[in-house]
């Protein structure tokens, strides 16, 4: 299982969410998301980040993708963005028997969800409007092949982390996973920072998640 070690910085205290990259790129933990589950039918990889800060607050998550052939077609929250090109966050609190998926798609189009189950779930509908989405992607060529390198910022406040007003993410440990996929793009993947050791593909699955301590 890997760990990674979430810095605390001062990110809320920056004026524009370039800035806050900026200091996610010099000073956030910086997690691969390069794991390939299921090279037999979907082989494809691609080079994918994730760094991650917080300030007790707010969790600041900013995910790198380089030469990706892009599906941009959900333009509305709570549809299928995962058929899009797409990255995302599970996360699971201490103690907790369910899980939260934050999935968003190459437009900034969130899917968010409390899961007893993959099957049993309910919509964070009141929490979409905290949570903040910054999106830029780049066109370019290799050869006569169209792809894209684009970048996903998020801001996740605490209260949509299953975190009351009271609590700290200081200090806190949260089983997590990272992922990149898109279903029903060109070249359709599924990528994860922690390993899944299953025959098909499927990310709800929080026995295969990795863990994040916060500072």
């Given amino acids: ?68 052939a892009v599906r941009a077609v959900n333009t509305e929250d709570f549809g299928s963005v995962w058929e899009d090109s797409c990255v995302e966050f599970f996360m699971q609190r201490e103690g907790e028997s369910g899980y939260r998926n934050f999935e968003c798609n190459i437009l900034g189009v969130l899917l968010s969800r409390r899961h007893e189950t993959r099957e049993k779930g309910e919509k964070q509908a ?16 290799e050869g006569d092949r169209q792809v894209s390198d684009w970048s996903m910022y998020l801001e996740i406040p605490k209260k949509a982390l299953g975190f009351d007003a009271q609590e700290s993410l200081s200090g806190q440990k949260i089983r997590a996973n990272f992922y990149k996929c898109g279903d029903e793009t060109p070249e359709p993947h599924f990528l994860s920072w922690n390993p899944i050791d299953l025959p098909k593909p499927n990310f709800h699955v929080p026995q295969f998640f990795g863990l994040l301590e916060l500072e």
């Avoid at 691969?32 to 917080?54: C, E, G, I, S, Y």
């Avoid at 989405?133 to 066109?139: D, F, G, L, P, V």
């Fill in 126 to 141: 009141s929490e979409m409007p905290s949570i903040f989405r910054h999106s830029t992607i780049s066109h370019r060529y």
């Fill in 1 to 68: 299982m890997r760990t990674l070690l979430v810095p605390k910085q001062n990110v809320s205290q920056l004026e524009t969410v370039f800035d806050k990259i900026k200091m996610l790129h010099e000073a956030g933990a910086e997690a691969p998301v390069d794991q390939v589950n299921w090279k037999a039918d979907f082989p494809k990889t691609l080079p994918v980040t994730v760094r991650v800060a917080h300030d007790g607050d707010m969790l600041y998550l900013y995910y790198t993708v380089i030469g990706e």
